[in-house]
C-alpha cells in the first residue's frame, strides 16, 4: 500500500520537477542579402564574456523579412539576446577595422548599443513556464 501511494505521488510530482520552456524569437528586418541568422541565448554570468558559450544557440537561414528561431526545453529564468545576420556566412560578425558592424544585429528589447554591446541589463527578460515570445529588430 505504502509502495502504492509513494508511485502515485511520484507521478503527481514528475510534471513539476521536468520543469521546461519554449523560447520562439521572431527576428524582423532580415536583409534581403541573404545569409545565415544567428540567435544566442545567454544567461547573466555568461553575457559579458565574449569567450563565454551561450546556454543554447542556433544558426538558420535568413529568410526577409522575417526569419524564426524556436528554442526547446529551456529552464525558466532570465535571460538576453544577442542576434547577427551573417550575410557572408563566414561564421562570425564582421566589423570595419575601427569596430563598426558591417551586418546587421540585434539584441533582445531591442536594446540599443552605445560605444559597445549594451548591458545585461537593457537586454534581460524573462522565460517562464511553457510558451515564450520575443521580437527583435535587426538594425
Request: aromatic share 8%.
Amino acid at each position: 500500500m505504502a509502495l502504492r501511494l509513494l508511485l502515485a505521488g511520484l507521478m503527481v510530482l514528475a510534471p513539476l520537477a521536468a520543469s521546461a520552456a519554449t523560447l520562439t524569437v521572431k527576428v524582423e528586418n532580415i536583409s534581403k542579402k541573404g545569409g545565415d541568422l544567428h540567435v544566442a541565448l545567454y544567461d547573466q554570468a555568461s553575457w559579458p564574456n565574449d569567450d563565454a558559450k551561450p546556454v543554447v544557440d542556433s544558426v538558420a537561414p535568413a529568410v526577409p523579412p522575417e526569419t524564426t528561431v524556436t528554442f526547446e526545453n529551456v529552464t525558466p529564468g532570465v535571460y538576453g539576446v544577442k542576434s547577427y545576420q551573417d550575410i557572408n556566412r563566414n561564421g562570425r560578425f564582421d566589423q570595419t577595422w575601427l569596430g563598426l558592424p558591417k551586418e546587421p544585429y540585434g539584441f533582445s528589447r531591442d536594446a540599443r548599443p552605445i560605444l559597445s554591446e549594451p548591458g545585461f541589463g537593457r537586454t534581460k527578460f524573462t522565460v517562464s513556464d511553457g510558451a515564450n515570445e520575443i521580437v527583435i529588430h535587426l538594425q
